[in-house]
T-cell receptor, first 111, second 112 residues
Framework: LAKTTQPISMDSYEGQEVNITCSHN???????ITWYQQFPSQGPRFIIQ???TKVTNEVASLFIPADRKSSTLSLPRVSLSDTAVYYC????????????FGSGTRLSIRP | NAGVTQTPKFRILKIGQSMTLQCTQD?????MYWYRQDPGMGLKLIYY???????DKGEVPNGYNVSRSTTEDFPLRLELAAPSQTSVYFC???????????FGDGTRLSIL
């Protein structure tokens, strides 16, 4: 099972770009990488997902190097409302039993 | 857009009591999941289901039971509540195993 490691916390300021890296050294060929955002007293919310290279949507980008042993979530021009916990998840394309959430990164955005 | 609905939102149980956490989704998703989240920690998978009538264990299934009689509903049963089961429980659903999961707002359960 591919275990994930993320920084426990990060701080940044409004308007800055924030990059959160997740390590997953044992990622398997079929594993995909998904990032979720969680606010207090709410369930996680999907941000972005990818298998390799770069994926971009309206809220974030996901960079995955060729060896896929890590991935970086990039949040452009953050605002106070981006203060949340961000989870990296590595999942097996063939079985839900192998879904593992990381311990999460607590991102704090300051004015 | 109801999405994934969990009831109740809060519950206090005494040790040894039993209860069922309800979860229903209206997106016609095949996959449904139950997670627990302890304070300051990530989510741990308890059980999941790939469709009506099919369930399987996740990382931490001990002390819990599930059933999936319909596509929409995936209840989680605690038979003999223990203090170690004090946690926030999240239900989620997805169309397939590699599609994003949609989460409910959770059930906060305290066992005293």
């Amino acid at each position: 099972l591919a275990k994930t490691t993320q920084p426990i916390s990060m701080d940044s300021y409004e308007g800055q770009e924030v990059n959160i890296t997740c390590s997953h050294n044992n990622i398997a060929t079929n594993d995909y990488i998904t990032w979720y955002q969680q606010f207090p007293s709410q369930g996680p919310r999907f941000i972005i997902q990818g298998y390799k290279t770069k994926v971009t949507n309206e809220v974030a980008s996901l960079f995955i190097p060729a060896d896929r042993k890590s991935s970086t979530l990039s949040l452009p021009r953050v605002s106070l409302s981006d203060t949340a916990v961000y989870y990296c998840l590595v999942g097996d394309n063939s079985s839900a039993s192998k879904i593992i959430f990381g311990s999460g990164t607590r991102l704090s955005i300051r004015p | 857009n109801a999405g994934v609905t969990q009831t109740p939102k809060f519950r206090i149980l005494k040790i040894g009591q039993s209860m069922t956490l309800q979860c229903t989704q209206d997106m016609n998703h095949n996959y449904m999941y139950w997670y627990r989240q302890d304070p300051g920690m990530g989510l741990k998978l308890i059980y999941y289901s790939v469709g009506a009538g099919i369930t399987d264990k996740g990382e931490v299934p001990n002390g819990y039971n599930v059933s999936r009689s319909t596509t929409e509903d995936f209840p989680l049963r605690l038979e003999l509540a223990a203090p170690s089961q004090t946690s926030v429980y999240f239900c989620a659903s997805s169309r397939t195993v590699n599609q994003p999961q949609h989460f409910g707002d959770g059930t906060r359960l305290s066992i005293l």
